[in-house]
C-alpha cells in the first residue's frame, strides 16, 4: 500500500530563515511525487512536482529514493509562504490512486 | 478560463438526509476526481472518472456514497442517508490526461455539516 507521511502538522519560522517541509513515503514501484499548496482562502493547488525539476517560487524538492523523501525547501522564506503545504504521491503504472499526506501549516513571521 | 467549480459550497444536512454535490470540470478535462477532507487531515481518495467511466470507487467509505459522469463532463457526487461521520470537505479534482500523473486542478470544495 502507498502511504505519505509529513510528521510535522505545524512549522514556525521567521521572515528570511530556510525551510524544509518534510515528506516521507513509502511505495513499491517508482513514484510520482507532487507538493500542492493552499493559501489561505483558496484553493489546493500545484507546487511543484519531482518530474519538472522546477524550482517554483523559489522552492525545491528533490527525491530521494535511498531514504524515500520528497522534502520542500526553501532558502530564504517569506511572509507570503505561509500556508498550508501537501505532500502528495501517485504510483506510475497501474496504480495511480492520489495519496496525500495530512498536511503541514507553514507559518512565516515577519 | 474558469476553473474547476462546485455547488454548493456550504450544506448542511440533517442526519439520515440525502445530498447530492456537484462538480464541473475544466473543460475537455478527461479526469475527475472526488476526495473527502476531514478536519485536520489531507484530502482522502473517494473515486476517479476517465471520461463517463467509472475507473475506481475503491474509496467510497460505504454503499451510501454514490457518483457519477453520465456525459463525461458535469459529476455528482451523493450521499444517502446522511451520518455525523460524513461531516467533511468534499473535494473534487480534474486533470487533462487520464490516471493520476497530471497536474489536477482542484475545486473550492463543498463542506457538509450533518447535524
Known amino acids: 500500500a502507498q502511504r505519505v507521511t509529513q510528521p510535522e502538522k505545524l512549522l514556525s519560522v521567521f521572515k528570511g530563515a530556510p525551510v524544509e517541509l518534510k515528506c516521507n513515503y513509502s511505495?513499491?514501484?517508482?513514484?510520482?511525487l507532487f507538493w500542492y499548496v493552499q493559501y489561505s482562502r483558496q484553493r489546493l493547488q500545484l507546487l511543484l512536482r519531482?518530474?519538472s525539476r522546477e524550482s517554483i517560487k523559489g522552492f525545491t524538492a528533490d527525491l530521494n529514493k535511498g531514504e524515500t523523501s520528497f522534502h520542500l525547501k526553501k532558502p530564504f522564506a517569506q511572509e507570503e509562504d505561509s500556508a498550508m503545504y501537501y505532500c502528495?504521491?501517485?504510483?506510475?503504472?497501474?496504480?495511480?490512486?492520489?495519496?496525500f499526506g495530512r498536511g503541514t501549516s507553514l507559518i512565516v513571521h515577519p | 478560463g474558469a476553473g474547476v467549480s462546485q455547488s454548493p459550497r456550504y450544506k448542511v444536512a440533517k442526519r439520515g438526509q440525502d445530498v447530492a454535490l456537484r462538480c464541473d470540470p475544466i473543460?475537455?478535462?478527461?479526469?475527475l476526481f472526488w476526495y473527502q477532507q476531514a478536519l485536520g487531515q489531507g484530502p482522502e481518495f473517494l473515486t476517479y472518472?476517465?471520461?463517463?467511466?467509472?475507473?475506481?470507487k475503491s474509496g467510497l467509505p460505504s454503499d451510501r456514497f454514490f457518483a457519477e459522469r453520465p456525459e463525461g463532463s458535469v459529476s455528482t457526487l451523493k450521499i444517502q442517508r446522511t451520518q455525523q461521520e460524513d461531516s467533511a470537505v468534499y473535494l473534487c479534482?480534474?486533470?487533462?490526461?487520464?490516471?493520476?500523473?497530471?497536474?489536477?486542478?482542484f475545486g473550492p470544495g463543498t463542506r457538509l455539516t450533518v447535524l
Open positions: 479534482a480534474s486533470s487533462l490526461g487520464g490516471r493520476g500523473q497530471s497536474e489536477q486542478f
Open positions: 511505495y513499491s514501484g517508482s513514484p510520482e
Open positions: 519531482h518530474i
Open positions: 502528495a504521491l501517485s504510483g506510475s503504472g497501474g496504480s495511480y490512486i492520489p495519496t
Open positions: 473543460s475537455g478535462h478527461v479526469s
Open positions: 472518472f476517465q471520461n463517463e467511466a467509472q475507473l475506481d
